[in-house]
């Protein structure tokens, strides 16, 4: 079987976008903090099954807590990069793209003492409003992005978007790996984190995976500190949006032993190697 990637987005439960009521940077640190818990929670799943996954630190939190960056790696795991300030691709120049993605790499090389390579934007924000995106990453000194979210989502989404990992920017410097998304009754669904993975059950979860791998694409599972701590507190929101946010948490641990027992996951960088002699060439 195909190996499979599998991420976690180290960040707070605060750490929520496009809600009105979501703290600003300046009052994050006044907040009641559960991201030591609840990751050191993820790294000992982790740990228990023997599996190294890809890390992608939110910038502010590495700063805050860099023993978890440090544990993180000394446990083999891959030290990757969300950016410093959590803001949406698509509502910042790219002056200040730049300079927010390439604080967090520095920050993040700083604590580790290890290169970090790869990037993950906030909400999957890069849409086809932001063109610039991949060439100032690769820029910014990153080799891989995992932020194309190939169908329509809330923060943006690109539909057009292709599947499969593949070269793209400047002379195909940097390697992207889009969010797995497969086909359900004809509409194109991530089942693999968020929401969807929390929602549907885990016999559903499992064949799309099978259906993904059978087409010859790698799995990208990714996971958030907050969604194996079902008592964290809770933003004020929509009904909508609150579904999504918080709906079936009490089940994400569960679900994420048996993908870890199911599936061979591996972390992103384990898998750049195979993709860099790739010549853009592909038929989609
Ligand atoms: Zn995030």
Not at 65 to 77: D, I, S, T
Not at 103 to 121: H, M, N
Request: some cysteine; glycine content about 8%; hydrophobic content about 40%.
């Amino acid at each position: 079987m195909q190996t499979s990637i599998f991420s976690i987005d180290v960040e707070d439960w605060f750490h929520i976008l496009d809600v009105p009521s979501a703290p600003t940077m300046d009052q994050w640190a006044d907040l009641p903090s559960r991201v030591e818990k609840n990751f050191t929670k993820l790294l000992d799943l982790c740990s228990e099954k023997n599996v190294q996954v890809t890390c992608f630190f939110l910038g502010w939190v590495a700063e805050r807590f860099p023993h978890l960056v440090k544990e993180a790696a000394r446990r083999g795991h891959e030290v990757a990069s969300h950016g410093y300030g959590h803001r949406l691709v698509y509502e910042v120049s790219r002056r200040e793209f730049y300079d927010d993605v390439r604080r967090a790499r520095l920050l993040l090389e700083d604590i580790s003492g290890i290169e970090v390579v790869g990037y993950r934007a906030p909400g999957f924000s890069t849409t086809d409003e932001t063109p610039w995106f991949f060439d100032a990453l690769a820029e910014a000194g990153y080799q891989y992005d995992s932020s194309v979210f190939p169908a329509a989502r809330g923060h943006g989404g690109m539909p057009q978007g292709r599947r499969e990992p593949h070269r793209i920017g400047e002379n195909g410097a940097l390697l992207e790996v889009p969010i797995t998304v497969a086909d359900l009754l004809g509409k194109p669904m991530c089942f693999f984190g968020g929401g969807y993975l929390r929602l549907f059950p885990y016999w559903l979860i499992r064949k799309m995976a099978a259906q993904v791998l059978g087409e010859g694409r790698p799995v990208v599972f990714y996971v958030h500190p907050r969604e194996v701590d079902p008592a964290h507190p809770r933003l004020p929101m929509s009904r909508k949006r609150q579904f999504k946010t918080y709906v079936n948490l009490e089940t994400t641990e569960v679900k994420l032993r048996r993908i870890l027992q199911d599936f061979p996951v591996t972390t992103f960088k384990s898998v750049l190697s195979s993709y860099s002699q790739l010549v853009d060439t592909h038929v989609a």
